[in-house]
């Protein structure tokens, strides 16, 4: 069984500049999720999605970052404009029920 | 906001031993607690997670502990390997029914010296 699908894996940016990701979830998987991972610390909720809907975005910042899932399956996170300490990986995950699984992540240093 | 408390932040054991590390909350709507492994550039990947009608639960080598009074509950890796060495997070669930996601804690990073 394939594994949740993240690109790209590494990105450097300049501050101000703009970047996105792209994740495919394991097959049949309604509930996708966007974490943040600081360097050091445990991963960060930004984004929940159901099929194609929000279901938690309560800890996005809302004025930089924003996330789609278009058709309930991919899943698109935007960041603009870009700050120093959105240096971070960004973790793609998926489930069908309890067990939560993660992509490899995507690493953005902004510089 | 859900807190999750790990320790400790790292951790040093010697080949054979044991590795105990442990994890507070403050309230879930759900009992469910996983712990999660992470090598360097991988995401997280699911351990061994415990459903507390039981007090524990043993997969190989590693234990979950559960004690719902206090509200903790611990990972221990016996005979602790070199291959073990990873960083291990802890998690409870965000909301009732599991299907809100996790709050993690903030590491454990174990180094199993040969």
């Known amino acids: 069984e394939a594994g949740v699908a993240q690109s790209p894996r590494y990105k450097i940016i300049e501050k101000r500049q703009s970047v996105a990701f792209w994740c495919n979830p394991i097959?049949?998987?309604?509930?996708l999720y966007w974490y943040q991972q600081i360097l050091g610390q445990g991963p960060k909720l930004l984004i929940q999605?159901?099929?194609?809907?929000?279901?938690?975005d309560s800890q996005l910042p809302k004025d930089r970052f924003s996330a789609e899932r278009l058709k309930g399956v991919d899943s698109t996170l935007k960041i603009q404009p870009a700050k120093l300490e959105d240096s971070a990986v960004y973790l793609c995950a998926s489930s069908f029920g309890i067990t939560i699984y993660f992509g490899e992540g995507s690493w953005l240093t902004v510089v | 906001q859900q807190q999750v408390k790990q320790s400790p932040q790292s951790l040093i054991v010697q080949k054979g031993g044991i590795s105990i590390i442990n994890c507070a909350y403050e309230?879930?709507?759900?009992?469910?607690f996983p712990w999660y492994q992470q090598f360097p550039g991988k995401g997280p990947a699911l351990l061994i997670a415990i459903r507390p009608d039981v007090s524990e639960k043993k997969e190989g080598r590693f234990t979950i502990s559960f004690n719902k009074s206090a509200k903790q509950f611990s990972l221990h890796i016996m005979d602790s390997q070199p291959g073990d060495s990873a960083t291990y997070f802890c998690a409870v669930p965000r909301g009732g029914g599991g299907a809100d996601g996790l709050t993690f804690g903030k590491g454990t990073h174990l180094i199993i010296q040969p």
């Open positions: 999605f159901q099929n194609n809907g929000v279901v938690d």
């Open positions: 309230n879930t709507a759900f009992d469910y």
């Open positions: 097959s049949g998987h309604a509930t």
